[in-house]
């Protein structure tokens, strides 16, 4: 069977998993796996199933997070936004928040 998933993809959510901090916290399902110092995040959809890596300043990184906050989970997504940020200012995540709201992603 094949899987629509990296290699990469199944083997960052084993590691989660085995973990527990880097997917869930507290029984909180996280959205967002940063990647390559805020370049790019794997992108944890719950309404496909399907996890995918994407540039976080590109055009199918906005959809994506649109999508989610289209399906109600804009709020959870913005406070992870504010999370890496907190953990990793030098990764730009503020910013990529701030381009989304202003793109109307959460319907601000």
Do not use: C
């Amino acid at each position: 069977m094949a899987s629509n998933t990296s290699k990469t993809a199944r083997a960052s959510v084993r590691a989660g998993q085995a973990t527990g901090a880097a997917l869930s916290v507290l029984g909180e399902f996280k959205y967002l796996i940063p990647l390559d110092g805020g370049k790019h995040a794997y992108v944890r959809n719950l309404i496909t199933g399907k996890t995918v890596r994407l540039g976080t300043g590109s055009d199918a990184f906005a959809e994506e997070i649109r999508t989610l906050a289209a399906a109600g989970h804009g709020t959870k997504i913005r406070a992870e936004f504010a999370a890496l940020e907190a953990a990793e200012p030098s990764h730009g995540w503020a910013l990529t928040e701030k381009r989304l709201v202003e793109a109307g992603i959460f319907g601000d």
